[in-house]
């Protein structure tokens, strides 16, 4: 069977969801390596061996929100809310940019007050003249109003990451207090795209109640939404969440399995975008994340923020890098990387190949 997949793979024929089933489910060690080498291979062809990073500003965990998985929820009273100033994340921000490093993600915990839209709209100015437009800038800042899409994409944004996280509605419903509403953020993502951003989405791996069907029904949702990158990783417990007690047994390996099987497949189905290895994987492994590379994955998000917040950014258990800088991180990635023999695109955007074919394609349409 998994050699039928992989000629139909070949042949550029459309997968089932029950071939993306299939490769979800397999368990051999020989079958598992054979899935991640297919990958590989179409991302060699796709977009290339160069890694893009990310710098990642996880700049405040305080949050309007309550999803029952995430250690900075708004319910947990045991977690230290700060907020960075513009100041302190667009010195973040330029030490990216003269560390090299081709974009940033700003991310931080949901908030839509206006005290914080013009704050966001005022760094983004900062950060693109200062660094004369220099670098990329993804935002991961949750649901918002189309108005503060606008004006983040105006002041500099040009790529937004909003996982799903799941695409099995009722999952959603089981993820979440009812007033979190899973055709919102559906919304959401269709008006990023209209807005002309670079959109992002992803979902959890491994959570209670999901199945190999839900995760086959993520990978076919990215690729009939046209989703341009993907940020993804395995679900891990944060023992300060209602979640916690519903997975009593939580497996490491399990997780990780799932995860990067899921980074090969979405390589293998979706082909051309982005898709990073997250810090999830290496909270589950050391190597993690060049695991994710080595199964398709070509984007890295470092932790560029200022290390003492850290810890108060945690949003599961075992989060790593706690205790390191911004420049030990760099040191430790470029190892990391050349011992897999790829190379960073230091100074590059590294924008979705497939996110450029599109417009690529509109300007010579006139679309
Ligand atoms: N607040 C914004 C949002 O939710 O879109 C951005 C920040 S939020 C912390 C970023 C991502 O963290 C979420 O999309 C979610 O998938 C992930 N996350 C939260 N709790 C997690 C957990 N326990 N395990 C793995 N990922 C988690
Ligand atoms: Fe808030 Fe995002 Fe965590 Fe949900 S996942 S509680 S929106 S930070």
Redo the contacts with the bound molecule.
Sequence with gaps: MLTHIFNKIDNNDPLSRDDIKFMLSLETEADIQSLYQKAYSIKEQTVGTKVFFRGIV?FS?I?E?D?Y?????KSNENAERFMLTADQIVESALWAHQSEYGSIVL????RSDPWYIDLIEEVLERVKAETSGELGITL????QSENTYKRWFKAGGHRY???I?TTNPELYGKLHPPDHSFEERCECLKLLRKLGYQVGT???IGLPYQTIDDLAGDILFFKDNDIDMI????????HE?P?ADVMPDFDNDRQLDLGLKMVAVARIVLRDVNIAA?T?LQ?LNPTGREMGLKAGANIIMPNITETKYRAS?Q???GKPCLDENSTMCRGCLQRRIDSIGEKIGFNEWGDSPHFIKKSNCKKTTGA
């Design positions: 996880e965990n949050c929100k999803c998985y995430c250690g900075i929820r991310q931080s915990g949901e991961s800042l949750g649901e990451l909003l996982r996280e992803g979902v959890m940020g993804m990783g395995p679900y891990i417990v944060h969440t979640l997250t999830a909270a950014y949003l599961y258990n």
